[in-house]
């Protein structure tokens, strides 16, 4: 896979290491990094996986030798312009509520006879998660520029969000922390980071929104699935499964609270 | 042993003022026991509340009742150090104050953590990436100053600070052994010490 990582690297040490320390360093700190991601907004580097994820959507592949193209992600088979903007959502042929990244395994399960667990088990950005992430970068840039719009109408989803918000809330661990110590007040940093406060709409619509990301400082993209399981790992608790269902409901919840918001996917990221 | 003490509870008891109705509790729990594995130091336990964890895991706080209730027991919680020296080396306690590391999957141990304070509180006057969550501390020992009183609450709300807030976002770092007796007597060496960042410009 192509690794962006040096394009950025100089671009950001060209951008941050210029900036004087001071008292309002932080301030400028915080500039510098948005108005990076402005100057990089014409020139995604996502851009570069997601062309690896557009080949590899159409690729045959698996003991079926199938493409991805008769894939449903909820808007018809092999819909992808705007389909992430909807999901989270209810799939009737599986009964379940799926994020993008679950019903990615269910087409390479049904379509290509692939083992989804081939996916679950892989790790971060190597053998089968490389390539969901290329597949992800693909589907969600056909959706930039949309609104969120999650179905909350069905029974099913209705549960998920509830379910979602009890996690959201849910202390835990050695730190006692929950994703609400985090994101649960408006304008919060950790160190210098911006913390969006994902019980509003606001918070919500910039949060989701802009996931799955591409991140400057290390120079990878991750999915929406990676971003939670980081944020559970900085939380202390144990590791959430890949797309168990506890990281679908607090995707329906976080997209349902996002409702109405503008879809910046791939993002850019710190 | 305290921290598994709470399985038991698992599946009952809704937190006090939760809406919602008894089958979607159990559903989550369900679900919250299904979707976490072990990951090194990082276990399937973690996942299991503690009483107080559970009260304070719904969008408003507890009932002011139940919030001294709970304040009452962290209180007890509380170890002064034995010797009666309350301060070390305002130089380590800086150091621990930045480190944000432990206790996270991807660590080796559960010892040698750092004390994340820089993650929610501003310090010192030198320090420009610190967190917002919790005040700022600078010019702590100067502006509280340093008489026995604010010197066992500091030490206090760093041991456990849910004994003066119950549902605060500061961790407990001495009773959930996040920080050994030695690293918070370097953390109130760093907040007290005249000659320490954090009071001397």
Known sequence: ?270 | MKKISTLAVLLLALPAAWAGSEDTYAEFKAMMDRSFKTNGIAAKHRMYQLDFQKSCSQEKQPPKAEMARIEAEQLKTIRYPADGKYFGDWKQGEKIATSGRGLTWTDKTPHDNGGGCYNCHQMSHHEVSYGTIGPSLLEYGKVRGSTDEIIKYTWGKIYNAKAFNACSNMPRNGDAEILTEQQMKHLMAFLFDPASPVNKK
Not at chain 1, 62 to 86: F, I
Not at chain 1, 164 to 171: C, D, H, Q
């Open chain 1, 1 to 270: 896979m192509v690794n962006p990582q040096k394009y950025i690297v100089l671009a950001l040490a060209a951008t941050l290491g210029s900036l004087p320390l001071g008292a309002s360093a932080s301030d400028k700190l915080l500039d510098g990094i948005n108005e990076y991601r402005e100057a990089l907004a014409d020139g995604n580097p996502s851009e570069l996986v997601a062309a690896e994820g557009e080949e590899l959507w159409k690729t045959p592949r698996g003991p079926k030798n199938a493409s991805l193209e008769k894939c449903d992600l909820g808007l018809g088979a092999g819909v992808v312009k705007g389909a992430s903007a909807q999901l989270p959502r209810f799939f009737k042929d599986t009964g379940k509520v799926q994020d993008l990244e679950t019903r990615l395994m269910t087409c390479m399960e049904t379509l290509q006879g692939l083992d989804p667990k081939a996916v679950v088990e892989a790790k971060w950005l190597k053998g089968e998660k490389e390539k969901m992430a290329a597949l992800v970068a693909y589907v969600v840039t056909e959706s930039n520029g949309q609104k969120i719009k999650v179905d909350t109408r069905h029974p099913e989803m209705k549960k998920m969000y509830e379910l979602g918000k009890l996690a959201f809330y849910y202390r835990t661990g050695p730190m006692d922390f929950s994703c609400a110590t985090c994101h649960g007040d408006q304008g919060k940093r950790i160190r210098m980071q911006e913390l969006p406060d994902l019980r509003t709409q606001e918070g919500a619509a910039a949060g989701w929104g802009s996931w799955p990301a591409y991140r400057v400082s290390n120079g990878q993209f991750w999915t929406m699935q990676h971003r939670l399981n980081d944020c559970y790992r900085q939380q202390r608790t144990a590791e959430p499964i890949y797309g168990s269902d506890v990281t679908i409901a607090l995707s329906v919840y976080l997209a349902a609270t996002a409702n109405g918001g503008k879809v910046v996917t791939p993002g850019i990221k710190r």
